[in-house]
């Protein structure tokens, strides 16, 4: 069992920087993949980026490509999403996922453990 917490949500103006950060608790961190998600108001949740358990492997949907980076503390049980040149349509509720596969995954149904989500609002 994997509990998952996010935080480093909050407001920010368009062009502007946000870290989030996603705590698991269980053993066996590096053994999972790991993932953001988001979803909107009205919209259906959305694949941001994933990691495999190593780091080496990063796949990111193509809006965010070059301007979010996800990476991974296996020594703190921690997955990361830096957040760059946001813009307003950046704007939803953020989630951390994990997988027990080892490597990455980009659809939610692959995903075994969610966290609460945060929530990530940019002001144009």
């Known amino acids: 069992q994997v509990q998952l917490v996010e935080s480093g949500g909050g407001l920010v103006q368009a062009g502007g920087s946000l870290r989030l950060s996603c705590a698991a608790s269980?053993?066996?961190?590096?053994?999972?993949?790991m993932g953001w998600f988001r979803q909107a108001p009205g919209k259906e949740r959305e694949f941001v980026a994933s990691i495999n358990w190593s780091g080496e492997i990063r796949p990111y949907a193509v809006s965010v490509k070059d301007r979010f980076t996800i990476s991974r503390d296996n020594a703190k049980n921690t997955v990361y999403l830096q957040m760059n040149s946001l813009k307003a349509d950046d704007t939803a509720v953020y989630y951390c996922a994990a997988t027990q596969s080892s490597g990455y995954a980009t659809r939610h149904f692959q995903y075994d453990y969610w966290g609460q989500g945060t929530q990530v609002t940019v002001s144009s």
């Open positions: 269980g053993r066996n961190f590096s053994r999972y993949g």
